[in-house]
């Protein structure tokens, strides 16, 4: 079965400092992989996507930055955070195939700037 | 484009029956899903709607009206954990999944 992990899972950073969040798939291969923002009580908005390693989508203009180094990881970045950045970030898969449509959430990182 | 809309609260009472509707305005789509979200969690999958009908589970029941732009997730016998968002979302053709804002129901006892 497939399963999604994401790490860590709360952080609270300084304004102006680095971030890396990770994710990573097992038991699929060559999955969707997506990196989503909530903020408290918003919906989610889709942040960047990716179809295979190297190939990066982003959907909005913004402070992040997004990459595949390999087939099931995804990792979210940036180089200076901003207070506006504090959120719940998630990162979800998708089958590629047709038939395999449905989305699945890892568990979620919880981010808060100061 | 696309547009989604839900209720934004809804409150029922344990044991009763609650229907969450959803209407959404997109020209194709390859199917409907209903995500809950608990407080501080992330979204689990309930259901997905390809054709028009009811698909049940358990409790959870969802139906889609492709006609007429419209879903709704019916939750029956409810308990205290239903207590949570519930999110209905699109996977238009060709593209990546769009979300609604959510319901959130509060269950009493």
């Known amino acids: 079965s497939q399963t999604i992990h994401q790490w860590p899972a709360t952080l609270v950073q300084p304004v102006g400092s680095p971030l890396s969040l990770e994710c990573t798939v097992e038991?699929?291969?060559?999955?969707?992989l997506y990196w989503y923002r909530q903020a408290a009580g918003r919906g989610l908005q889709l942040l960047f996507y990716?179809?295979?390693?190297?190939?990066i989508s982003s959907e909005v203009p913004q402070n992040l930055s997004a990459s595949r180094p390999q087939d099931r990881q995804f990792i979210l970045s940036s180089k200076k955070l901003l207070l506006s950045d504090s959120g719940f970030y998630l990162c979800a898969w998708k089958g590629a195939g047709q038939g395999l449509e449905t989305q699945y959430f890892g568990p979620g990182t919880r981010l808060l700037v100061l | 484009g696309q547009n989604i809309d839900q209720p934004t609260e809804m409150t029922a009472t344990e044991g009763a029956i609650v229907q969450i509707n959803c209407t959404y305005q997109t020209s194709g789509f390859n199917g409907l899903f209903w995500y809950q979200q608990h407080a501080g969690e992330a979204p689990t999958f309930l259901s997905y709607n390809v054709l028009d009908g009811l698909e049940e589970k358990g409790r959870f029941s969802s139906f889609l009206s492709r006609s007429k732009g419209y879903s709704y997730l019916l939750l029956k016998e409810l308990q205290m954990k239903d207590s949570a968002s519930y999110l209905c979302?699109?996977?238009?053709?060709?593209?990546?999944?769009?979300f609604g804002p959510g319901t959130r129901l509060s269950v009493l006892p």
């Open positions: 990716s179809v295979g390693i190297g190939q």
């Open positions: 979302a699109v996977l238009p053709y060709g593209q990546n999944f769009v």
């Open positions: 038991g699929t291969s060559n999955p969707n």
